[in-house]
Nanobody, 124 residues
Framework: VQLQASGGGLVQAGGSLRLSCAASGRAFISRLTMAWFRQAPGKAREFVTAISWRGNIIAPAEAVKGRFTISRDNTKNTVYLQMNSLKPEDTAVYYC?????????????????WGQGTLVTVSS
């Protein structure tokens, strides 16, 4: 499975961005659990949010609840991360990840496939 993340950029605090992650390379991509992680400079990679293959289970991290929304369009094999009310502490490289299991994990070690990352910079 290949994952291509896009949509990062520079935005002022309080602004919005939408990231996309396009998946390709195998059958039944729509059955993958998808997630977003991020890694800020000098910090460990952290979980942001994840969505089940049917879209009925969504598990955001506390830091982004009420501000970030994950969604998916299985007809396009694409997952989105809508980020609103951005804060400088949201600055990071954002990675999309996929897992062939049905459990919506928060831990990066459960995800088999990773995209290359897209940089989000939030200025104060």
């Amino acid at each position: 499975v290949q994952l291509q993340a896009s949509g990062g950029g520079l935005v002022q605090a309080g602004g919005s961005l939408r990231l996309s992650c396009a998946a390709s390379g195998r059958a039944f991509i729509s059955r993958l659990t998808m997630a977003w992680f991020r890694q800020a400079p000098g910090k460990a990679r952290e979980f942001v949010t994840a969505i089940s293959w049917r879209g009925n289970i969504i598990a955001p991290a506390e830091a982004v609840k009420g501000r970030f929304t994950i969604s998916r369009d299985n007809t396009k094999n694409t997952v989105y991360l809508q980020m609103n009310s951005l804060k400088p502490e949201d600055t990071a490289v954002y990675y999309c990840a996929a897992d062939s299991g049905t459990t919506v994990w928060h831990s990066a070690r459960h995800y088999d496939y990773w995209g290359q990352g897209t940089l989000v910079t939030v200025s104060s």
